[in-house]
């Protein structure tokens, strides 16, 4: 990567760790300003001190110097110290701010993008980078202060060691100003020095972090989940998949291994570093013991100098450090921007929904064809259908027949292929995308609940309608469970976050995920297998009331048990992506050569005859 764009790069970075965490940077860049200028109040009051000693020996202006020296390293130490706090408690909070990147662009994408395995992978490499290595905005963070330390110290340095060069001894050949030009020299070849070590650790450290990636992942789930999951633990057992990971466990032994062997040959580069800024001291000592042995200075003076150059030298090898770094992590920022670049294509629309409309909203599915990204088959073939205001309509069909797909496209998570999807006659694309989506509840197959508070889980939010969230739980059947929870709505739902924490049982869940589309009030709800983790008996009590829960709001319902679809006004039948049947219940099953009369007679088998609480036969 070239300067300019590294440059570029790097800028960008300070502007994202500005919005994400505000007031680290300068913090931390204050606060390595102070701790630059430290050692050169010290040096430099040190230097008069001990001129002061070796001339008049004046007892007032000693003591002056005395307490200033103390006076402004209390004052520098009181200021670092309580900086130092403020830095301690950004820099870890920017772990938890950093997250937050990732939630923003994550909620900011296509639906599509989302479930694309490259934009996956490209979203955990750089995840994995940044959290497990600290590479990018992190080693941004941690470099800046180095940036800033080497900076001032070089500003310093400069400063009070120019009188060196330019103090004479009566020798030409040590006031010559050559000696100018070979200290910068001497400088610029120690920092190349420095530059050749580093990107040679920068190799060993590359090549065993590519090694490291797979080693965190393996031994995170190899080591950890698949022993402290619960979820795992009777497969585990039952299976004894613990001797699987035993033997990858070995495996990472002999990686930790090799790892070892990488982190010595780092350990050698750095101390060849260490070694050629011993070099440098050594020389810059001698050139300013020779010119003080020869009276250009006073010995004071030779202590700041000395002291002076010293700094200088670790702060031109810093700040090449600092450079050479800055190749390494602009390159792991690059990546992350590149994923966070990722453009949203989906058409977002202006227009917006017409409040007028209530809740009669109608849509028609017109000649809808789909075929998922990175797909040449098409789920949904030319598919037409209306979802009128105020129905009740289910769609029914065999696993894989395009159902749950026909949901994604209905609250445009994907848009079609080919066809268009009518709201009220106009294109759904031309919506603004929020109002649009505002029009819905949805409660899919593999929804998830939060382990926050049970009322915060039925409002999707911090604030909510107490009276309404009981009443939306009760109407969801789970008013009996809301009474024996011990602090009402309150209750954490599962121990995540609160030893006082509620499990609940895979059934309880579909209610409160149930009384969740209830709350939200749309005009129209959409249930995709809503009661699958309920018994017979359990399911029968949801549908007896499901009519006063939708009320005269638009429903459309996905399930596999048809017995639970005959309140319906209209059944629509899915099979290999097409529709092939539309009608009430009493109608398809007059029809014994359809692909819903199939579908009931394979169900009815399993059930006896029960008045139609679970599922009647075939001939009711």
Not at 156 to 175: M, Y
Request: charged share 25%.
């Amino acid at each position: 990567m070239r300067l300019k764009e590294r440059i570029a790069v790097t800028r960008r970075g300070y502007e994202v760790l500005k919005a994400y965490c505000p007031g680290l940077i300068r913090t931390k860049a204050v606060s390595a300003a102070l701790e630059a200028l430290s050692p050169f109040v010290t040096i430099w009051f040190s230097g008069r001190i001990i001129n002061e000693i070796a001339g008049n020996r004046d007892a007032g202006t000693l003591a002056l110097l005395v307490l200033l020296t103390i006076g402004f390293g209390f004052a520098f130490s009181m200021i670092r110290s309580a900086l130092n706090r403020v830095v301690s408690d950004k820099e870890a909070g920017m772990w938890n701010d950093f997250p937050k990147i990732f939630a923003d662009k994550q909620m900011s994408m296509d639906f599509a993008d989302l479930e694309n395995q490259d934009v996956q992978k490209q979203r955990q490499k750089a995840e994995e980078n940044l959290f497990m290595f600290g590479n990018g905005l992190a080693q941004l963070v941690w470099d800046t202060p180095s940036l800033v330390h080497a900076a001032v110290g070089i500003a310093a340095s400069a400063a009070l060691t120019a009188s060196l060069f330019t103090s004479q001894t009566g020798n030409a050949v040590l006031d010559s100003r050559l000696w100018i030009a070979a200290a910068v020299g001497l400088m610029a070849l120690s920092g190349v020095i420095s530059t050749r070590l580093q990107k040679r650790e920068e190799k060993v450290f590359g090549g065993w972090t590519e090694g490291t990636v797979w080693y965190n992942r393996a031994f995170m789930f190899y080591g950890h989940a698949l022993y402290a999951e619960t979820a795992r633990a009777k497969d585990v057992r039952l299976y004894r998949q613990d001797r699987i990971a035993d033997r990858e466990m070995r495996k990472l032994e002999e990686h930790n291994r090799k790892d070892n062997r990488a982190l010595a040959q780092m350990s050698a580069c750095q101390g060849l570093l260490e070694f050629s800024r011993g070099i440098c001291n050594v020389l810059c000592y001698l050139f300013a013991a020779a010119k003080a042995a020869l009276g250009a200075f006073a010995a004071g003076s030779l202590v700041q100098y000395v002291g002076a150059l010293t700094q200088l030298v670790k702060s031109v090898n810093d700040l090449f450090f600092t450079v050479s770094e800055n190749r390494i992590y602009t390159v792991h920022l690059q990546k992350l921007f590149e994923y966070l670049d990722l453009p949203n294509a989906k058409r977002q629309g202006s227009l917006p929904v017409d409040p007028e409309a209530g809740r009669e909203y109608t849509v028609e599915f017109r000649n809808v064809s789909f075929r998922y990204p990175g797909s040449d088959t098409d789920v949904l073939k030319n598919v037409s259908t209306t979802l009128r205001a105020g129905k009740k309509q289910a769609l029914v069909g065999a696993n894989g027949a395009g159902k749950t797909t026909f949901v994604k496209l209905l609250c445009r998570l994907y848009d079609p292929t080919e066809g268009q999807i009518l709201l009220n006659g106009t294109d759904i694309r031309e919506y603004d995308y929020d109002e649009y989506l505002n029009l819905f509840s949805f409660v899919f197959q593999d929804f998830k609940l939060f382990a926050f508070g049970l009322g915060e889980n039925v409002a999707a939010g911090g604030e909510y309608d107490a009276a309404k969230a009981e009443e939306c739980l009760k109407k969801a059947d789970f008013g009996e469970r809301l009474r024996s929870m011990p602090e009402g709505l309150q209750t954490c739902l599962y121990k995540d976050l609160s030893e006082n924490g509620v499990e609940i049982s895979g059934g309880e869940a579909q209610k409160i995920a149930l009384a969740r589309a209830l709350y939200r009030g749309s005009p129209i709800i959409v249930l995709d297998e809503p009661t699958a983790a309920l018994d017979p008996i359990a399911e029968a009590q949801v549908y007896a009331g499901f009519s006063g829960m939708v009320g005269d709001r638009t429903a459309v319902y996905i399930s596999h048990r048809l017995s639970s679809c005959r309140f319906c006004d209209e059944i629509t039948v899915f099979d290999q992506g097409r529709i092939v049947q539309q009608g009430t219940h009493d109608e398809l099953i007059r029809d014994p050569g359809g692909k819903y009369y199939e579908l009931w007679t394979a169900q009815a088998q399993y059930y006896e005859k029960t008045g139609g609480n679970a599922a009647d036969s075939a001939t009711d």
